[in-house]
């Protein structure tokens, strides 16, 4: 029997990312892949790039820059190291990056790379490939389902993606352009794929799309399902305890979504909602397609349907013509909501973007400060959000050991951290943890003694004693 070959894969960016790059590692098996975690042992690198800003865009070429001199030394021991960047970057700059970069042998799209052993087979023979067309096939049709140790070795908690792409074009983002057109995949196929899931030990889903509250999806009926009809009927499949979905758009808020909050305990009362900004001319040039009244509306309506439901959010500072009083809007908005947490970033122009074109930039001392500005009220309401959850009793999934011998970490309905002394053995289990204190951004609690008898699997979590929005 040959040796296999070792894969090693680095993604950058958002949780699509994490969800794509596993799909790779999914599809290499079969052609004798294992992964390791040594780049300089791999036989095949995979880079999976992130565009979305400049920062991150830039760092596919200083790591380049540093696998050039793995691949030499990998060539002096008499190894071939083939590099493949995939991802948006290649995507958006597939050329570039073959004219720049002489060491990488495969550039491969968000779309294509169900390609990858086709185009590793032609760069072998023929020498560098490059596919960055949107193929007219859905890649998840040829993708293959991960294996029972593949997944048993990802842990409890894990990414589907239901929805790719984007259709609606705000100024300052590349989505649209590196992952193509809105397409929702069918619920039978996200079924099936669930299933295989928590057979398999998994407990949480996230739904993942860049829009994926736009999901609509082939339902059962042959007719199109809301994302709230897919969460209602993925929270049937046994072993699924807890289920979530990212990222919202706040135009695409249905009332489907808005019941399935209400009536499902397995979906958790925490939604990641991005706004950008809160003032409304901003939000225009954004061409978000929403005002912060609809956003605080559609807040509303969650809140209306589940009283410990949180937010966080995604904001960017500095956006071209963006004035102090528009960014006193922002402040002011997220003084109103309260948010568990939230992403802020410095616009960064991007190539191809409308956005790019604007000229009244803001200056770069004007963009730090706001975002200091911005992240000090951030910061402060999400250490209270926190601190609000010493005393209390929540849910916890467990998710594994921890650093702390005896120690076992997992999760609460709002993503925190939460440690426990307690035996391995309720990993995979959501057990009730009364909270005694927070470190930094972790809870430290300890298990409330389960029920003697009966003790079923749970299939629910028990409703939080929390107000939130603090
Ligand atoms: N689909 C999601 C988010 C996509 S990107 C949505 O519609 O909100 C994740 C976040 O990156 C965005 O919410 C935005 O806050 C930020 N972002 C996107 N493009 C950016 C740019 N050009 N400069 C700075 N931040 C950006
Ligand atoms: Fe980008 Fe806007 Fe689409 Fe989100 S909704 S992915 S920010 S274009
Ligand atoms: Fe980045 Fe592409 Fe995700 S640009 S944020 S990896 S969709």
Redesign the pocket.
């Known amino acids: 029997m040959s040796q296999p070959r070792k894969l090693h894969i680095k993604s950058?960016?958002?949780?699509?990312?994490v969800y794509d790059a596993q799909r790779m590692v999914d599809t290499l098996a079969g052609e004798g892949f294992v992964e390791t975690a040594d780049v300089d042992d791999a036989d095949l690198v995979i880079l999976?790039?992130?565009?979305?800003r400049e920062k991150?865009s830039e760092k596919v070429y200083s790591e380049l820059g540093r696998l050039r001199a793995a691949k030499d030394e990998a060539a002096q021991q008499g190894r071939k190291m083939n590099i493949v960047v995939a991802?948006?970057?290649a995507q958006a700059e597939g050329n570039e990056i073959i004219r720049r970069a002489p060491v990488v042998d495969v550039v491969v799209g968000?779309q294509s790379y169900h390609h990858l052993p086709q185009l590793l087979a032609h760069a072998k023979m023929h020498g560098r490939a490059l596919e960055t067309e949107f193929p007219v096939e859905d890649k998840f049709g040829f993708l293959p389902p991960p294996s029972r140790q593949a997944i048993r070795a990802r842990g409890i908690s894990s990414f589907v993606t239901v929805q790719e792409g984007c259709d609606k074009f705000c100024t300052f983002c590349?989505?649209p352009y590196?992952?193509g057109a809105e397409v929702s995949r069918p619920v039978a196929k996200i079924t099936d794929e669930v299933r295989r899931l928590a057979d398999n030990g998994v407990r949480e889903i996230t739904l993942i799309g860049?829009n994926v509250n736009a999901y609509h999806g082939e339902g059962p009926d042959g007719r199109p399902w809301p994302l709230g009809a897919l969460l209602r009927y993925l929270a049937e499949i046994p072993g699924i305890v807890r289920l979530r979905y990212s990222t919202s758009h706040p135009r695409d808020v249905d009332d489907t979504l808005i019941e399935a909050h209400r009536d499902l305990p397995e979906l958790m009362p925490f939604v990641h909602l991005p706004v950008q900004s809160g003032s409304d001319r901003v939000l225009g040039v954004m061409n978000r397609k929403h005002t912060s009244d609809d956003y605080r509306r559609v807040i509303d309506r969650f809140r209306a349907a589940r009283q410990d439901i949180a937010f966080s959010s995604d904001f960017i500072v500095g956006f071209p013509t963006e004035t102090e009083e528009d960014f006193c809007a922002t402040l002011a908005l997220v003084s109103q909501i309260g948010y568990a947490g939230a992403y802020s970033f410095k616009y960064s122009p991007r190539p191809g973007t409308p956005a790019a074109d604007m000229r009244e930039m803001v200056s770069a001392k004007e963009m730090d400060e706001r975002l200091v500005r911005l992240q000090e009220l951030i910061d402060s309401q999400q250490s209270a959000f926190n601190k609000a959850m010493i005393g209390l009793t929540v849910d916890v999934l467990f998710e594994r050991p921890a650093r702390n011998p005896g120690q076992i970490v997992g999760r609460t309905a709002y993503l925190q951290p939460a440690h426990v002394l307690a035996s391995p053995d309720s990993i995979g289990q959501v057990l009730p943890v009364a909270i005694e204190s927070l470190e930094r951004y972790s809870l430290l609690g300890r298990l409330v003694a389960p029920p003697m008898r009966p003790a079923p699997a749970p299939r629910s979590s028990t409703p939080l004693q929390t107000t939130v929005g603090a």
Request: net charge positive.
């Open positions: 950058y960016g958002c949780q699509m990312n999976n790039t992130c565009h979305i991150a991802g948006c970057v968000p590349v989505v590196t992952r860049q």
